[in-house]
């Protein structure tokens, strides 16, 4: 039941994860049709998360008191609704209707995540790295997908139509797929949920430490994730000389890494829980390494097969945060309060999402020179760098200090 539980849940995020990323796979032929500078595409992404910046707290307050299903059925149809927004100004060239419902789109997404890790995790407490592996990473090949079909769908009709109809339709199969997860859910639950008797509120909520260090850096590791390959058909395109098709189909190797090793990585991190702190460490200093290696490769006219090895570390670096990372974050937090938990997480990884590709278009459009990609390779070379030096700090006090550690914070990272 837990695997079925686990594969409709990974369904179900299909359609999520196949949609968010058109824009990117589309990222040359929007600007063109819609005539959109680099920063004004990137307000796709940063209008995803705006508004999740004050509204996930909220998401997840409701998801503990009113429990996972009813945030799977509520926000998988919310999904779909956004996805028919985003069709329609793509349609009809209506740019304001599309960051309408990117911002719909973003807001169901963001509380979807929250609600199927409520009810993941109380499906299988032990088991949250391959679990969490699993969920986060596999449906990171309909991304994949997204990323060689979508420029194929476009360059065959030549019309946005055809890509953005294909997207609607996995959210409305998502969204079956939802209903199926609730279903399998009721029927072969054996201990009925004790009915809440504490009031879930923000206020009861208390702050430690090793949660505040690990949202910080699970936030820094995923703003030095989403927002470049957000861009990364054009990143590919400029710098590493592949056409739109083949840089398309060339990013896909990421999503297709990072699906193939989380349920090994998964596996290690459930059953060396001792060895958590290190392997955060670990997570960290391979994505700074993966931009190291963007960064450094020169800027070419023909294609640059080398640049490969940056997206499989790249890859490997997201099994990590979903397998190892998450899981420790949400080590940190009582069950019952796990969704406000993930709110509040929420709240600082979508002022990131929000800001970085902003920042990133800024720094694009003033950089200059042949090279402006390079420049805002710097910002993801910085955000990694930043999440290396803090979990080097969580490794250090948790060995030199754990008396001090267990004292305040037990079991807060398992070790």
Not at 199 to 204: D, Y
Not at 246 to 259: C, F, H, N
Not at 346 to 371: H, K, L, Q, R, W
């Amino acid at each position: 039941m837990d695997r079925l539980i686990i594969l409709l849940a990974i369904l179900l995020m299909v359609g999520n994860n196949y949609a968010f990323d058109i824009p990117q796979a589309l990222e040359v032929p929007i600007e063109k049709e819609f005539q959109l500078t680099q920063t004004q595409f990137n307000l796709l992404y940063s209008v995803f998360a705006i508004p999740n910046i004050g509204l996930s707290i909220g998401g997840g307050i409701m998801i503990d008191k009113m429990g996972g299903r009813w945030g799977v059925f509520t926000f998988s149809l919310l999904l779909g609704l956004s996805q028919i927004f985003i069709f329609f100004g793509g349609c009809y060239h209506n740019y304001c209707m599309m960051l309408c419902g990117r911002a719909i789109f973003g807001i169901a997404s963001d509380i979807l995540h929250i609600a199927v890790f409520k009810l993941v995790a109380q499906r299988m407490p032990k088991d949250m790295g391959t679990a969490m592996g699993l969920i986060l990473t596999v449906p990171e090949l309909a991304a994949a997908l997204n990323s060689f079909l979508s420029p194929y769908l476009f360059e065959k009709t030549n019309s946005l139509k055809i890509p953005l109809l294909f997207g609607l339709f996995l959210c409305f199969l998502s969204f079956l797929s939802g209903l199926m997860m609730i279903y399998v859910d009721m029927k072969y639950e054996k201990v009925a949920t004790a009915k809440q008797t504490e009031q879930i509120s923000v206020f009861n909520f208390k702050l430690t430490k090793p949660f505040v260090i690990m949202s910080i850096i699970t936030t820094l590791m995923l703003a030095s994730y989403v927002p470049f390959l957000d861009n990364a058909n054009k990143f590919y395109h400029e710098r590493f000389g592949f056409s739109i098709m083949d840089a398309g189909q060339i990013v896909t190797v990421g999503y297709v890494v990072a699906a193939f090793t989380s349920p090994i990585v998964g596996r290690i991190s459930d059953k060396f829980t001792n060895y958590r702190p290190f392997f955060i460490v670990a997570s960290t200093i391979m994505f700074f390494i993966s931009h190291l290696q963007f960064y450094y490769m020169p800027l070419t006219t023909s294609p640059n097969y080398y640049s490969v090895f940056g997206l499989i570390t790249l890859g490997l670096s997201y099994s990590c945060f979903s397998s190892v990372l998450m899981p420790a974050l949400q080590s940190t937090v009582p069950e019952d309060m796990l969704a406000t938990a993930l709110g509040l997480l929420g709240i600082i990884e979508n002022f990131c999402m929000a800001v970085v590709p902003m920042i990133s278009g800024f720094v694009y459009a003033i950089g200059g020179g042949i090279d402006p990609m390079k420049n805002v390779d710097i910002i993801y070379l910085f955000l990694a760098g930043i999440g290396v030096v803090l979990s080097i700090h969580l490794l250090m006090e948790n060995i030199l200090q754990p008396a001090k550690a267990h004292a305040k914070l037990p079991n807060a990272l398992d070790i």
